[in-house]
């Protein structure tokens, strides 16, 4: 089975047998990408995770006059 990046465009054939062809065949709609763009995009979520937790804890004002 020969598939398309969405990202890059590039062609690849995957085996017709695997969970992904199926996945594909499955989805009119089907999404591919290789490996290089999967990767890419996985560094880029988990680096926007990494700074998403990055998380100041708003120091509680105690001005309570009693
Ligand atoms: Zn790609």
């Known amino acids: 089975m020969r598939v398309k990046c969405v990202i890059c ?3 690849e054939g995957i085996e017709d047998e695997s969970l992904e062809a199926k ?3 499955n989805r009119p709609i089907h ?6 763009c999967s ?3 996985s560094e880029k979520t988990k680096a926007r995770i ?3 937790n990055f998380r100041f804890y708003r120091a509680r004002s105690e001005k309570d006059d009693w």
């Open 9 to 11: 465009d590039k062609i």
């Open 23 to 25: 996945r594909l065949r």
């Open 31 to 36: 999404t591919y990408m290789c490996k290089d």
């Open 39 to 41: 990767i890419r995009i």
């Open 50 to 52: 990494g700074t998403g």
